[in-house]
């Protein structure tokens, strides 16, 4: 067991408060990652990791698809952790508070690993990738999502623009939810730390704010907690705040279709192999 890092216990404590809410919004990907996650699991009973677990969603998935899956499930949050827990308690998977560079090399080796959007915040990515790579049999298989371009996903780029009260450049490789968004970058990460066979696909979705006639309040609500718009908002005066969450409004009221406030959103799916 690791001690989290102060982002990763601010952090972990919001999401583990929105945990639902975060499902929502990633649903559209989820469907389709967790499709490429079971299509990508070994034939017969193996052992799997997920990297940066989260609520366990993504692992709970794999558990329902296989039965024969023996899943560790790892996050840096301990608030995270302890939901996860609790929801997959009785199923076939372990879940570990710890890094998941440790936790590869030391719980491995694994036939199989995988992540939802959990892979963008190592602050060495190749050598990260590279632990993982010594936590896996050869030959074995890697899939994760990230988010694509800051422009493909305005939740995020109109938000926090909207809550600076200016337009704000793209993020850049430092750790953040955005770190992965160039393909020719992630690419040669994986290549430099020993996986071969590299393939991505673009994944565009809908990121559901929220649902419902309170939808715009509670979306505001939520992404005013998580994402790159809360963070804006929580480096301001205090005095201008009030005057963020304002115009963080005005977006998402343009964004309400009467049901639920969507905004179009785009990731990436990554594979590889282990190398021999």
Known sequence: MSTSPKWATKSGDAWSGRWREIDLALSGLA????????????????LALDVGCGAGSTSMALAEARADASIVACDLSPALVR???ERLAGTPVQVILGDAETVATGEG???FIFSRHGVMFFADPVRAFRNLRNGANAGASLVFSCFQDWDANPWASELASAAAGRALPPPGREPSGFAFAEPDYVQAILNDSGW?????????????AAGGQAAVDQALTFL????PASRVVGELPEEERSGA???????IDRHFNGDSVEFAAAAWIWSATAGA
């Open 31 to 46: 469907a389709k990652l967790n499709s490429a996650i079971a299509a990508a699991a070994p034939p017969g009973p193996f």
């Open 83 to 85: 939901i996860a827990e």
């Open 109 to 111: 080796p694994f036939d």
């Open 196 to 208: 071969t066979g590299v393939e991505w696909q673009s994944v565009p979705f809908r990121y559901v």
């Open 224 to 227: 005013g907690e998580i994402g």
């Open 245 to 251: 969450m304002r115009r963080m409004r005005g977006i």
